[in-house]
């Protein structure tokens, strides 16, 4: 008979556990099984009768066990004093569930406790160190009353443990215990178990922890700490818990992901998942390896699977996700830069743009007709029509789902006063957005237009009021995106720098320096232009101050070749 | 939320239920099997109209899911459906000739079949061209999503609709009684999908896919809603208001998170539109049976008439589950 005895705390899936039970026992492991006092007495007759044929398999007297409660730990003490009584030569328990099963053969498990003869191996660590608790419950949980149910009656729970910290209740921790908590899962040596359980001051520590919260996950983490000459702190069970404090499960589909862990057991298995107990029960000795457990891969994709439902993916609004305002750890999902009085100005500066930074440069994705797609197309990524009916239906879903749908690849557009605004406020408070803005560029294409000068007089007035009112939101304190802005004036002065810096901050791969400019729109007589406007009693500001006479002195600025030297 | 709104909400789920109380007595039973139906067994719950030609997969593909019954209202159909539905022996069938619409599609029926034995059962509520993918659904059965759910102390599952479509006219391919419907409609729309709040039963309302890029390119308003809730751990107290859009009590329409984060969601592969659907809308339109007067099936009508071909250059072709997860139009939250 081996060295390591085996418990078994059951209360569903009676026939897994019996399976897990024979092979245990198969392997030479003594096993007494505790079965929860709610399974029904019939059940737990014939679950009796169908394991009555194993020699070395007990039955130990029944607990009701709720989850956070005592009857857990007192199951496993019951389970504990059978164990140490009726079977001498056992030197390691070994605590387990009905849910649990061994990845390795029993007999590697064996030969390994069997070298650490003096090693109990049981997480356990002081509250203040660790970050496992769910609910904010850590030290508490060690000096409140908990006499309500928290699965049952969660409100009369809450206003308890809020009363009693109202009122500064506290319970006294017994002399000598430093609480600790880890895994309900550990194996500890007879001396360890022994010691805990023949100790002269149990009863008082039973009545502490029997009214201490999730005392099954503190009493043997805590007094092991007394008695044990050589504590490893960590379990030989692999149980992985969710953001809840739930374990994860697992299925057929882990099979290879649980054959390569090297842990000993896993918890918790799913009752159906008639491939993995088919694989690991066979117990074939084929894998004989004396390797330390390596639950790496397993760990990452439960954290990543954690992450996901606590963080989330940044920049995505779906059915199941759809966060509060300043709670999307990203509105988009990736940088965009909004150019606004560019193309007015410049003659091909959609091409150039594109050609400089090698991004996706749409035109007026918010135009009043239809969203202006990259190259002239009437349907994006993600099967998004140009309609503008739908885009103003959900601006804000337009907008996200363009940059989503094109993850990877940087998205420019156009913006100005002419288009719909609905959707500034949203890109004025995202970090994401690089906007850029030349402000009264807008009047270049009026000057260029043959309309009628009252025409003109009146669609520069609204213009003009709807840009000042674009550049109020970009100046409002919520902003967080990369805003500039220039007066046009100001910009046709040098326009090389400020474009120099708009390409380096969009940043590609290869960065280049600009050795063309985009192509300026020809400007003369733009300055009598402005002036004509306030003849008519209609004020251009946005623009800055253009001389009359700027018109005609200014050819030199289009062939102005550029300053910056290819290196 | 005040104590009023929650209290006339209370109210008008009770209306629902004493309606659909009433609205019994329109369901005549033809096989009922229920006696077959054993604790915690998935029922799944459906209404049809003359779809013998789609039954076959139908029931094939959610048995193999893992449903363990069938309990279907046929309503007044005329083609072989009816017979064929009562000849399987995990289907329990109702027959009614009463006014889809006047059940209000036929809520006020399943609301009392669903009343009346799915009680403390996880149910699951699809049309018969509505097919349920959900996170690992290749490698796990349905028993293991509802057991997981339980775990988690989740009651509902959001599955969005998602349109699937062939490339080129509908009308190309004929489809054949227990053939795949994916394989002559396996295209989607990846990612034109609006979401709002519906502030009054906190549930979404997601539009778009190619029935708004098509249908109602100029009044996207009009587009029908594709957010649904089909997978319930059923109560009697429960009750569908619209479709499976919303239910009440009101939380049972919490299915996505506000906090960030990624709540597990499947998707309900939508195969309306194969070389049946021109028949089925003419039909439709004629007995205006559906819901806003029929609206969808008018501008449907208008705009087959002119260019049926749903696909587009930016069209996906579906793979598998993990897919739309990865496009993000479902999530396999913290189930792993």
């Known amino acids: 008979m081996a060295g390591v005895g085996i418990l078994m705390l059951v209360h569903t899936a009676l026939g897994r556990a019996e399976q897990v039970a024979r092979h245990w026992h198969a392997a030479g492991c003594p096993v007494v099984i505790h079965i929860d006092r709610k399974v029904p007495e019939a059940t737990c007759a014939q679950f009796r009768q169908a394991l009555a044929d194993l020699p070395n398999l007990r039955f130990c007297t029944r607990h009701r066990c709720e989850w956070g409660t005592w009857g857990i730990v007192a199951a496993s003490q019951s389970a504990a004093e059978v164990m140490l009584a009726q079977f001498p030569q056992v030197r390691h328990v070994y605590l387990a569930s009905g849910s649990c099963l061994p990845l390795r053969p029993v007999q590697e498990l064996i030969d390994y406790l069997a070298q650490r003869p003096r090693t109990d191996f049981i997480e356990s660590a002081t509250t203040a160190d660790v970050p496992w608790t769910v609910g904010g419950l850590d030290h508490e949980r060690f000096t409140l009353h908990f006499p309500f149910s928290w699965k049952k009656h969660r409100t009369l729970f809450d206003l308890y443990v809020g009363l009693q910290r109202r009122l500064g209740l506290r319970r006294r921790i017994p002399k000598g215990l430093v609480p600790h908590m880890g895994s309900q899962w550990w194996c500890l040596t007879r001396q360890t178990l022994s010691a805990i359980l023949q100790d002269p001051d149990r009863r008082q520590y039973d009545a502490y922890f029997r009214k201490v919260w999730i005392p099954d996950e503190s009493y043997f983490q805590t007094l092991a700490r007394i008695y044990s000459t050589h504590i490893e702190s960590r379990s030989l069970t692999l149980s992985k818990f969710d953001f809840q404090g739930k374990p994860h499960i697992f299925y057929d589909d882990h099979l290879q992901l649980l054959r390569r862990s090297d842990c000993f057991v896993a918890r918790k298995i799913w009752p159906h998942a008639s491939r993995l107990y088919e694989a690991f029960l066979s117990d074939n000795t084929s894998a004989m390896k004396h390797t330390e457990p390596n639950p790496g891969k397993i760990d990452r994709i439960f954290a990543k699977a954690v992450e996901r439902r606590t963080r989330g993916r940044a920049g995505l609004y779906m059915q199941s996700r759809l966060p509060n305002s300043g709670w999307e750890n990203g509105v988009t999902s990736g940088r965009y830069s909004v150019f606004s009085g560019f193309t007015e100005l410049f003659e091909d500066f959609e091409d150039w743009i594109a050609k400089a930074t090698g991004a996706r440069v749409h035109g007026h994705l918010f135009a009043p007709d239809r969203a202006e797609f990259a190259q002239a197309q009437t349907i994006a990524p993600g099967a998004m029509p140009h309609s503008a009916a739908i885009r103003d239906y959900n601006p804000r879903a337009f907008l996200t789902n363009l940059i989503w749908n094109a993850r990877g690849d940087r998205q420019c557009f156009q913006f100005g006063p002419a288009d719909t605004q609905d959707i500034t406020w949203f890109i004025s408070s995202d970090p994401n957005a690089q906007i850029s803005v030349i402000s009264g560029a807008w009047a270049v294409p009026l000057f260029h237009s043959n309309r009628n000068f009252q025409e003109i007089r009146k669609e520069a007035a609204l213009l003009q009021r709807i840009e000042s009112q674009f550049l109020d939101v970009l100046r409002a304190p919520h902003c967080k995106a990369r805003i500039r802005i220039w007066k046009m004036a100001e910009f046709i002065e040098a326009p090389m720098e400020p474009l120099q810096t708009i390409v380096d901050e969009i940043g590609i791969a290869t960065p280049r320096h600009l050795t063309e400019a985009p192509k300026l729109r020809e400007l003369a007589g733009f300055g009598q232009f402005l002036q004509n406007l306030k003849n008519q009693g209609m004020h251009p500001y946005l623009m800055g101050d253009f001389p009359i006479e700027q018109g005609t002195a200014q050819p030199h600025i289009p062939p102005r070749k550029p300053y910056l030297v290819r290196s | ?336």
């Open chain 2, 1 to 336: 939320m005040g104590i009023w709104q929650s209290y006339r909400l209370r109210l008008q789920r009770k209306r629902w239920l004493i309606r659909a109380f009433r609205k019994r007595r329109e369901l005549r039973a033809v096989a009922d099997r229920s006696a077959q139906i054993r604790p915690g067994d998935i029922l799944l719950f459906c209404t049809q109209r003359n779809e013998g030609v789609r039954l076959p997969y139908f029931l094939q593909y959610y048995r193999n899911l893992g449903v363990n019954h069938f309990l279907i209202v046929d309503n007044d159909s005329d083609d072989q459906s009816l017979a064929y539905l009562a000849g399987q022996s995990d289907v329990s069938l109702w027959h009614t000739t009463a006014s889809y619409k006047r059940a209000r599609f036929g809520v006020d029926w399943l609301n009392w079949l669903q009343r009346k034995y799915g009680h403390g059962h996880w149910t699951l509520v699809v049309d018969p061209d509505e097919f349920l993918i959900y996170p690992f659904c290749d490698t796990r059965p349905l028993r293991a999503l509802t057991d997981w759910l339980d775990a988690s102390s989740i009651k509902s599952f959001s599955a969005m609709l998602i349109d699937m479509y062939p490339k080129g006219p509908l009308n190309d391919a004929p489809y054949q009684p227990g053939q795949n419907p994916l394989d002559i409609a396996p295209w989607f729309d990846p990612g034109n999908y609006s979401i709002k709040k519906n502030a009054r039963f906190g549930n979404l309302w997601i539009q778009g896919g190619p029935r708004m890029r098509v249908f109602f390119p100029d009044a996207p308003e009009k587009a029908p809603a594709l957010n649904k809730i089909p997978l319930v751990k059923w109560d009697r107290r429960y009750c569908y208001v619209s479709s499976t859009h919303m239910l009440l009590p009101r939380g049972l329409n919490l299915v996505y998170d506000e906090w960030g984060g990624e709540k597990a969601s499947g998707a309900l592969l939508h195969t309306k539109f194969l070389d049946t659907f021109a028949a089925k809308a003419q039909e439709e339109l004629q007995r205006k049976q559906h819901y806003a007067a029929s609206v969808e099936y008018k501008a449907y009508a208008e705009t087959l008439a002119q260019h049926p071909d749903l696909w587009c250059k930016w069209s996906e072709k579906y793979i598998n589950w993990r897919q739309l997860e990865i496009l993000g139009l479902m999530s396999k939250g913290n189930w792993a």
